[in-house]
Nanobody, 123 residues
Framework: QVQLVESGGGSVQAGGSLRLSCADS????????MAWFRQAPGKEREFVTS????????VYADSVKGRFTISRDNGKNTVALQMNSLKPEDTAVYYC????????????????WGQGTQVTVSS
């Protein structure tokens, strides 16, 4: 069983940085690809980035390439999202998710979800 809890959200000015973390209290974390999605008010949930089970393969949405970095620590059952050069359009609730294929950007292919953490970027 995978149980995901996000932390690290908050408010920041444009150009600033935030680091999100997602922890799994289960014992199967390393079997799963992990991803971050986000959802802004009135919009669909969108893919941000993903990482394979071993941490050596990643995928990024074009909108965050060069600004966001995903990483994982299987010894600590955590996945992190470092967000730099934040923009107002990055404002959303951010969710971590666990699935079987890190190349898959569609939410319905991810089986486990955290509760989300709010990120607000002001101009």
């Amino acid at each position: 069983q995978v149980q995901l809890v996000e932390s690290g959200g908050g408010s920041v000015q444009a150009g600033g940085s935030l680091r999100l973390s997602c922890a799994d209290s289960g014992r199967t974390f390393s079997r799963y690809a992990m991803a971050w999605f986000r959802q802004a008010p009135g919009k669909e949930r969108e893919f941000v980035t993903s990482i394979n089970w071993s941490g050596d393969r990643t995928v990024y949405a074009d909108s965050v390439k060069g600004r966001f970095t995903i990483s994982r620590d299987n010894g600590k059952n955590t996945v992190a999202l470092q967000m730099n050069s934040l923009k107002p359009e990055d404002t959303a609730v951010y969710y971590c998710a666990a699935g079987l294929n890190y190349r898959e950007p569609t939410p319905r292919f991810y089986h486990y979800w955290g509760q989300g953490t709010q990120v607000t970027v002001s101009s």
